[in-house]
């Protein structure tokens, strides 16, 4: 099967990495993958929820699609006076996937946040949140190291994101929109730099599909976030 833009079937669009994209945050970075273009910053705080343990950090996530990130305007969920479902769902992915790269005793009495803002929108939000989301989030870590705030890096592994799917019965990585939009099975895979899996999220829009389709899908993202972790690497250390 040819794709739209001419990909092999287990290749990723062209991803770019920008980091300090914005001058006041501790972290941030714009990530670029194919015409899915995402705004990460993270932003710590002196203090923790009142769930956190005591001398322990905690590091959370927003995220939220500009009006224009689609081909049509949408509302912001700020006119809706609640957060949309599907912001919702992500956002708690970002969460979770980021607290998993961090050392919350080493975080202290801290909390960051990464608000990941779509400025452009093709497919991959969520994933590129993470991939994104985990650069902001080691920018400022770094810069509280630097700073003389914690006495060590609280990082314990980098974290990346990407999906694939299956379209017309063909297992392929990386699904821009036009392949996302008619998609009999989506899949979202997080994994640390140890190829150890974080997050999976696999449905069947379509139709069912097998664990011998789920193993393939998961084996193309796993080359996918390994192309991703080097991409991540030479933004931080390049």
Not at 37 to 52: F, G, M, N, Q, Y
Not at 146 to 171: E, M
């Amino acid at each position: 099967m040819k794709r739209q833009d001419g990909r092999a079937l287990d290749e990723l669009r062209p991803v770019k990495i920008t980091t300090d994209f914005v001058k006041f945050a501790e972290g941030s970075c714009l990530i670029e993958c194919g015409d899915t273009k995402v705004l990460c910053c993270a932003s710590v705080e002196d203090r923790t929820p009142p769930h956190v343990p005591e001398g322990q950090g905690w590091v959370t996530a927003e995220y939220s699609m500009l009006p224009r990130a689609n081909r049509e305007r949408s509302r912001r969920d700020i006119s809706k006076l609640k957060l949309s479902g599907r912001s919702a769902e992500i956002q708690r992915l970002v969460g979770r996937s980021l607290r998993a790269a961090v050392d919350m005793k080493k975080l202290g009495g801290h909390t960051i946040t990464v608000d990941c803002d779509v400025l452009q929108g093709d497919g991959g939000t969520r994933t590129a949140s993470v991939t994104g989301g985990f650069v902001a989030l080691a920018l400022a870590c770094r810069r509280m190291v630097r700073t003389g705030v914690l006495g060590a890096n609280p990082i314990r592994r980098y974290v990346t994101g990407v999906s694939a799917g299956i379209v017309d019965d063909t297992a392929m990585l990386d699904l821009q929109y036009s392949e996302d939009s008619r998609a009999q099975v989506d899949l979202n895979c997080v994994m640390n730099e140890l190829g150890e899996l974080i997050e999976l999220q696999g449905t069947g829009e379509g139709r069912a599909f097998t664990l011998e389709e789920q193993q393939a899908l998961v084996r193309l993202c796993a080359k996918g976030n390994r192309e991703l972790l080097k991409l991540q690497r030479a933004a931080l250390e390049g």
